[in-house]
């Protein structure tokens, strides 16, 4: 598709302290897009804590850097083999390559921290952030599509997408491929509709965040049938992807949480 946006050309008298010329990444741009429009939603509805900008993004910046930590290490875990011992490789893959439930599995207890330290309500808050995870998902999904990366496997059907691009990661060019990047974004609106509609009726502090837990882990074990980026990693003989495997602990977990904190008003 478009991996780089546009290509910005620093002026000669700046060429010495700046490269001659500046790429804009689609997948940077949409993740920065993201994280504002996140931002903006945050602020939104944490106002009934009395956060205010400065107070959240002290929290937002200690996520990114949770975030990235995750992603990147769980990415690197994926295809241990091939980046263990091999710093070159290691230093080439730092600008891209990201696992979302590592990000995930890593901001959670970043942000219970933080919040316990701000002395704020963790389940009402947490029902905010149900919001906000498919918000910024949805546009790293943008990200990903526009720059090749996390595509399916080779389509024969009228959804099939082809990437052309010389600079795309996709792994197959010029052949028609499951636009695997659009199936977890429908999976992330679907989950918003869904979590619309049963905050109406809401019966414990916390339940929307474990739907959305939920609801994304059968969503992405789904979208991995189709996923074609064979160096992610599979257990058990290949009967599932490592993705895989994380959404059934993820959902078996938010299952017992559940029954606890439904038990639990708060």
């Known amino acids: ?8 050309n620093i002026p000669e008298f700046l060429q010495g302290f700046l490269p001659a010329s500046i790429a804009l990444h689609s ?29 959240l993004s002290g929290m937002f910046i200690w996520v990114i850097v949770a975030a990235f ?13 091939k ?8 230093k080439g893959a730092m600008g891209g390559g990201f696992v979302f439930y590592g ?20 389940r009402p808050f947490l029902d905010i952030l149900a919001f906000v995870g498919p918000v910024v998902h949805s546009f790293g999904r943008v990200g990903c599509f526009l720059a090749g990366c996390c595509h399916g496997k080779v389509c024969n059907s ?48 916390g339940q929307l965040f474990l739907i959305y837990l939920m609801m994304y882990g059968v969503g992405r074990s789904i979208v991995e049938i189709y996923r074609g980026d064979e160096a992610r990693g599979f257990l058990f003989g290949g009967a ?17 949480v559940w029954r606890r904190w439904s038990k639990v008003r708060s």
């Open 158 to 205: 009228w959804m099939g997408v082809t990437f052309t691009h010389p600079d795309s990661l996709a792994a197959f060019k010029n052949t028609a491929l499951y636009p695997t990047q659009l199936f977890d974004i429908a999976v992330n609106l679907a989950i918003l509709t869904v979590l619309f509609f049963v905050q109406k009726k809401q019966k414990f502090s």
């Open 69 to 81: 930590v995750g992603g990147k290490l769980f990415f690197f875990l994926e295809d241990i083999e």
């Open 83 to 90: 980046y263990w011992g091999n710093y070159t490789v290691i």
């Open 27 to 55: 997948y940077g741009v949409m993740i920065a897009l993201g994280i504002l429009a996140s931002f903006y939603i945050t602020l939104r509805k944490s106002e009934k804590f009395g956060l205010d900008a400065d107070r």
């Open 103 to 122: 990000s995930l599995i890593f901001a959670i207890p970043t942000i219970v921290w933080w919040l316990r330290k701000e002395k704020i309500p963790v």
């Open 240 to 256: 599932v992807s490592h993705s895989q495997f994380i959404a059934v602990c993820i959902i078996v977990i938010s299952v017992v």
């Open 1 to 8: 598709m478009f991996p780089r946006l546009v290509t910005l």
